[in-house]
Every structure is written in structure tokens, then in C-alpha cells.
């Protein structure tokens, strides 16, 4: 504390800007404590993991644990915040951890290196599936994995390319193997080349229970490819079904299945699908647009101030 009022002195910031739960709990108590006279404010990049992983976005489970006071704490002495989807605005809007008039909305918006060639070590099969993301409850890689069991009873030299490492690694290969799957499934672990393996696959699959945001949504965007998707927030946020993607019924596999094969047997949807993506990359997830969203919510927020 006496290092944040030092340099607060000596900077006088108007705008001090943090991030995740546990800076924010710091800020907070600065702000409320120490009363330095600057505007504060949060961007709302998740919530708590063990809650999204069992109940997603569900704002009618109240879970009145620590967590949930210290963001309800931390969230009193914040003069705005940002959440980065209109999903994780209605969940903490529900939740009464923040007001809907003090929240705002700026999604990402990310500039990705254009240039991505064509590997043969990142091919394994004639028709490839991958899915990018950490080995968590939530991201949903055991839907992934049904689906796929039933894809690869209707479609010949099919497979998943699993990009990513977590705590149920042990658990997902156990699965796979349970589902006869063991030919049809590779575990590459950690990667960072996750847009090559995207570039070099046929469709992605972000079979998540809920996302914060979902950059893999942006990434695959970039590399001009389809998605396969449920329909939860903030996925359907930023994927039109039948425009960029598919968009399927919350956690129904049969469905799920189905369009990863409409996908996979029409090479022009595919593609149509992945190059109206890449557009909606260029012209709204940009760094450009975020920066200026983000621009116009402090000049507003120092206007407030001064006046």
C-alpha cells in the first residue's frame, strides 16, 4: 500500500486500470483505504473456473463463497469496468456483482501475422478435425470426442487433433481409448503453433460449456477456417451459425456430430464459411477497433471526472 501511494503521489494518475480478481481486490482496497483521488476501473476477463466448469454462464446458481464477495467487494470502488462479451456482462450483472449502466462491452480484437504455410507433419488424416485449448472441464473435449465417435462411423479416415495440456490429460486419453477411438485421436500437448495446426486441419472444434471470450474463435478466424460450436455464450456471440460456422444446440451431440460431417463432406461450404470469418476478423475483431473502443471509454470516463 505504501508503494502504491508513493507512486500514486508521484504520478498522479487519473485512470488506474486492473485486471483479474486478484488486482482488482488490491486496487480496491487502495482505493478504499488510502483514498487517493483517481477513477478506477476493472475488464472482466472470466470468472471463477470451477464455477464456469460446472454451471458455464448460469447466473441463477449463486455460490456465495469467497470469491464471489471479494469481486463483489472490489467491484463497490470501481467507477466502470469492461467485460470483453456480452456473455460475461450478463453473468456478473446476474450474479449482482456488477450494474448493467457501469459495465461496458469492448470485445478483443486481435491483429494475427498473416502468413501461415502448409505443413505435412501437422497432417494425419484425410479428414482432420482440431481443437485448441487447455485439458479443463469446461472446454468440453469429452463432446468432442462423442461426436467424434460418431462421425467416424459414417465417414472414412477421419480424425481429432487435440492441441493443448491440463489436468485431465490422463482422464481424456482414458476416454478416448473407452470409445475406440485410440486410431482416430492424437494428443499433441502444448503448442505454440496452435494456428498451424488449425491451418492445416479441415473444420475446428470449440466444444465449450461457455468462454469467457474464446480467442480461439479469432484464431480460427485467421486462418480462414470453420467452426463447429455450441450455442452458449460467448461463442454465439461471435459465430452466425451458417455464415462463419455451426451452431449447435447446447451439448447435443447427435446435432453436433451432424455438422461436423456437413462440414467435412462440403468442401465450398467449408470454405465460403471460413472466408466470411476472416472477414468478420478484418473488419470488427481488430486491434485497430478495440483500441478505439477502448480510447473512447477512458476520454469518457476523465470527462466524468473533470466534470
Known amino acids: 500500500m505504501k508503494k502504491l501511494k508513493k507512486l500514486q503521489k508521484v504520478q498522479n494518475f487519473d485512470i488506474i486500470h486492473s485486471h483479474l480478481i486478484h488486482a482488482d481486490f488490491l486496487m480496491a482496497m487502495f482505493k478504499k483505504f488510502v483514498k487517493e483521488d483517481f477513477k ?36 463497490k470502488q470501481m467507477d466502470a469496468s469492461i467485460a470483453i462479451s ?17 459495465i461496458h ?11 501461415i504455410e502448409l505443413d505435412a507433419s501437422k497432417r494425419f488424416w484425410k479428414n482432420q478435425l482440431v481443437l485448441v485449448g487447455r485439458l479443463t472441464a469446461f472446454k468440453g473435449h469429452r463432446y468432442a470426442l462423442e461426436a467424434l465417435k460418431l462421425v467416424s462411423e459414417k465417414l472414412d479416415d477421419v480424425g481429432l487433433v487435440i492441441v493443448g495440456s491440463g489436468q485431465l490429460e490422463d482422464e481424456l486419453k482414458n476416454y478416448t481409448e473407452e470409445l475406440g477411438l485410440k486410431n482416430h485421436v492424437n494428443f499433441i500437448g502444448y503448442s505454440p503453433d496452435a494456428r498451424s495446426f488449425m491451418f492445416n486441419s479441415d473444420v ?20 480462414k477456417k470453420a467452426i463447429v460450436a455450441f450455442d452458449v455464450p460467448s461463442l454465439n456471440e461471435h459465430i452466425e451459425s451458417g455464415a462463419n460456422g455451426y451452431l ?14 456437413s462440414l467435412l463432406n462440403h468442401v465450398d461450404k467449408r470454405t465460403r464459411m471460413g472466408e466470411e470469418g476472416h472477414r468478420r476478423l478484418l473488419d470488427y475483431y481488430c486491434l485497430d477497433r ?12 476523465a470527462e466524468s471526472k473533470s466534470a
Open 40 to 75: 478506477l476501473v476493472s475488464t472482466k476477463h472470466g470468472f471463477q473456473e470451477w464455477y464456469n466448469n460446472k454451471y458455464g454462464f448460469d447466473a441463477g446458481v449463486k455460490k456465495n463463497n469467497f470469491y464471489l464477495r471479494v469481486a463483489k467487494f472490489a467491484e
Open 248 to 261: 449447435s444446440e447446447a451439448f447435443d451431440i447427435a446435432s453436433y456430430s451432424e455438422n461436423i460431417l
Open 290 to 301: 478495440m483500441t478505439q473502443d477502448t480510447l473512447a471509454f477512458y476520454e469518457n470516463l
Open 86 to 102: 456480452k456473455g460475461l456482462r450478463d453473468l456478473y450483472v446476474g450474479l449482482k456483482i456488477s450494474k448493467q449502466k457501469r
Open 105 to 115: 462491452l469492448i470485445h478483443y480484437g486481435l491483429d494475427f501475422p498473416e502468413k
Open 204 to 223: 475446428v472444434l470449440v466444444p465449450s460449456v461457455s468462454e469467457g471470450f474464446g480467442v480461439v474463435v479469432l484464431e480460427s478466424f485467421s486462418v
